[in-house]
Structure formats: C-alpha cells, structure tokens
C-alpha cells in the first residue's frame, strides 16, 4: 500500500545544546520521530539524508513544495533548517508539524504561533517519555490529516498566495495609519497618560491594528508608568500578538509594578517552561523577587526576606548564564550577592565577567543606558569613584525613560546603605543617586 511522504527536516548527527550537552539527533529520529510518522500511517523521508554537501539543491526544494506533511524539529537548528520552514509555511496551508527539546537553546522567535510541540531529554540528549512524546506527535499528524491549515499566512491573509489589488491597496492604508499612530505616540509620551488614553480611544478596535504600533503603545504606557493600561491593552490584542514572549513579559512586568506579583511569577514561569531561560524572562523573574524581598525585609520578616533574596539571586544568575552577552541580570546578580549578609563570595568570580560581557556590548556598537548603568554599578562596588563619575554622566546623557534611572538609584540606595552598615562608607555615591532621581523626573 502507497502511504504519503512525510518530510523531516532536523539537525543530523550530535550537535551541543544548552550547556554544551550533545544532543544525539539520529536517535531522535529513530526512536521517536520515525515511529511516530509510521504509526500515523506515513512514510518518513529525512531531509538531510537527500542534502548533498549542505546545500539546498532543486531536490530539496521539490521535497519542501510536494511532500503532503512535514516534522520539523528545530532543536539547535541551523539558519538552513528555518529557512526550510520558512518555504513550506509559505506553500503548504497545513500537515506541518513543529517540535523541539525542552531545555536545549531557546528558539530565536516565538513558537506559539507554530503550536511547536516541546519534547524532553536526559542528560546524554536522549529523548525520555517516548511513549507520550511519540503519542503527541501522532495525534498532531493525524489532526494534520484532517487538511485544516496551520500556516499563519495562510490563516492571515484571505485568497492567499491568489491576492488581489484591493488588498493590497488596504495593506497600504493600514500602514500609512499605523504610521500615523506612531508619529502621535511620540508627541503624547511626553503630554502623559491621559494623551495616551486618547489616542488609544482614537485607534478604535486594537487587534485590527498592525502589531508595530501596538507594541508601540503598550510601550508608550510603560514609559509613562501607566501599568494598568498596559494590562487592559493586553486584554484587547488580537491573541497572536497577545500570545507572543516579549508581550507576555511586559505583562508580567506591569503585574508586578501594580502589586500583583503572584501573578507575573506565574507567567515568566510558564514562559520559561515553553521557550527556556532568557536573560529578559529571567532578569523580570529577579525583578519579582527582588521587590518582595524588599517588602519582606521592610516589615521585618527576616527569615522570609533572606529567602527572597537567594530567589532573586539565582533568578539573575540563570538569566545571564542564558545569554553571557546580556550583562543586565549578571549586574543585578551582583549587587544582590553585595547584599547578603554575609556577602556571597560568587560575586568575586562574576563581577569580571559582568565587566567583560558590558564592555564587549560597548565595543560592538553604540552603547544605550543599561550599558553605562552597568559600569556605574561595578565601579560604585569597586568604589572607583573616577569611574563612577565618568559612567554617570554616560548614562544621564542616555536616559529614554523614568524607570530607568530610578532602578539605577535604587541599586545605590541599596549598595551605600549596606556598605554603611558594616562600617564602609560609600558617601560619595549619595549624590550620584540624587541626580538620577533628578533625571528620572525630567525624562
């Protein structure tokens, strides 16, 4: 009996995944993604196995166009295997489906939209739980069967690929509005929230709105502290965009900032469930903590406080140890461990690789305020006041929005009154934390 051609597309071989692990993806394929798609009543065809040295030949793009389904795993994928997919979104309305490791590299993009299915691994990269994995990889084809379309062009944009002038003449005045709406945003964030709330009132139904100028609103509410906004503004997204990690975020971000910090936990948590640590998810995760361990140790909860702050620790920790790039949670790692009592002695072997990672970011490129923030933190704990001065006055000249020199002065606070406390004095940092909080309130 002739069954259909299901198409693989996947790494071959052992490839290193997060930690340096290797991930042995010929046995994922035999033990889990070949029996899977022969159980589904199909015939698996692996991509790699028809590569002739590396290169994307007319065969593989005839694979890609007329093989009926499709298994993609995009577990440390290399740039080809996305573009693999990028095809076969393009010219296939459905029977695609997406998987990944758990734990072995966050995706480059959100893959919510992919409905990307997680798979899990032991520690020699093998997959575990293959009898539930293999099951849900089945059922996934199976639906796939069916002919419903998973592609989000497909779903997006009626008539595709067959597009009319009429819609593209719509697409362009959608634009020109989104436009519009941004060149507004800019004058309003500086009027306040109530010019934002008009403007909102002025767009009319936002999941009809190009995503761009959406985020920029939810942005622009951030930037003037208006946390409830952002939460409402969420609610009314189309669920694609809603759905997406650097919205979940902010959300999470929001949640936090108006008390409900239960709330944000749960959603940086599951975001770090499906798409791994990120030094973003992880550095809101700290930020969490961080704010509860202030509040605990504010009503005299000590126990709970100490607690608190070795959460708020390790969350920063695992952020920068996602991306090593990203000096932002290796800073705040830092600080919090000055202020344990007693000083955590991993901060000795972390503050130079924090000192590397930021002046790395400066040398690639131009550098924004956390950048100078950074070295302004590291020099105020080196007590390096030259340092301090010269990184300050960087920073002040970079400010975009009110928050950001208020956490930076806060930092200080928080290093200067622990310093005191064992007898140190930092006083020379108290004046730098006053012309933040000048800054702040004239961004």
């Keep these: 009996m002739l069954t259909s051609l299901c198409f693989v ?24 993604i070949r029996p899977a798609v022969e159980k589904a009543g199909l015939t698996p065809l692996r991509a790699d196995k028809e590569m002739n ?20 795993d995009l577990t ?27 734990g072995a590299g966050r995706l480059p993009f959100d893959g919510s939209p992919l409905r990307a299915l997680p798979y899990k691994l032991d520690t020699g990269g093998r ?4 009898a539930k994995t293999q099951a849900a990889v089945i059922n996934r084809l199976v ?7 998973d592609s989000s062009i497909f779903n997006l944009v009626e008539n595709y690929p067959h597009i009319d002038h009429t819609k593209t003449d719509v697409f362009r005045d959608r634009i020109s509005y989104s436009n519009a709406i941004r060149d507004k945003l800019t004058a309003a ?56 990690v650097m919205v979940q975020e902010q959300l999470a ?32 995760l700290g930020r969490v903590f961080k704010d509860r361990w202030e509040t605990a140790k504010t009503r005299g909860a000590q126990i709970c406080a100490r607690a608190l702050l070795d959460n708020a620790i390790e969350a920063y920790l695992k952020g920068f140890e996602a991306d090593w790039r990203d000096a932002y949670p290796g800073i705040n790692a830092v600080t919090l461990m000055e202020l344990k009592d007693p000083p955590d002695p991993r901060r000795f072997k972390l503050i130079p690789v924090v000192a590397y990672a930021v002046e790395r970011r400066i040398a690639a490129g131009t550098p924004d305020y956390w950048d100078q923030a950074t070295l302004l933190e590291l020099a105020v704990l080196g007590n390096d006041q030259q340092k ?17 020199p208020e956490t930076t002065a806060r930092n200080l606070r928080l290093i200067r009154e622990t310093r005191a406390r064992r007898n140190q004095t930092l006083a020379w940092a108290e004046p730098m934390e006053e012309e933040l909080e000048r800054a702040a309130e004239k961004a």
Excluded at 255 to 265: D, H, T
Excluded at 388 to 404: D, G, I, M, Q, Y
Aim: hydrophobic residues 45%; charged residues 25%.
């Design 253 to 284: 971000y929001a949640l936090n900032r108006i008390g409900k910090s239960e709330e944000a936990e749960k959603i940086l948590h599951a975001l770090i469930e499906k798409c791994g640590p990120s030094s973003e998810t992880c550095g809101l």
């Design 388 to 404: 301090a001065t010269s990184a300050l006055e960087n920073a002040l000249s970079l400010v975009r929005e009110p928050w950001e």
């Design 9 to 32: 597309l996947m790494p071959c071989g052992k490839k290193p995944g997060n930690g340096g692990s290797p991930i042995d993806f010929d046995f994922v394929y035999d033990v889990l």
């Design 53 to 72: 040295g590396g290169f994307i030949d007319k065969p593989m793009f005839e694979r890609l166009i007329l093989c009926e389904y499709a298994v993609a």
């Design 189 to 244: 964030r500086k009027q306040g929230v109530a010019a934002l709330r008009d403007i909102e009132k002025q767009i009319g139904n936002i999941a009809d709105i190009e995503s761009g100028a959406v985020i920029d609103l939810l942005l622009s509410y951030r930037a003037v502290k208006a946390w409830a906004e952002m939460i409402d503004l969420v609610g009314k997204m189309a669920l694609p965009l809603a759905a997406t």
């Design 143 to 149: 639906e796939a069967q069916k002919g419903s379309a």
């Design 76 to 102: 440390t994928a290399p740039a080809d295997v996305f573009y693999e997919l990028g095809i076969r979104r393009a010219v296939r309305p459905g029977r695609t489906v997406v998987i990944f490791a758990e």
């Design 127 to 130: 997959p575990i739980n293959l």
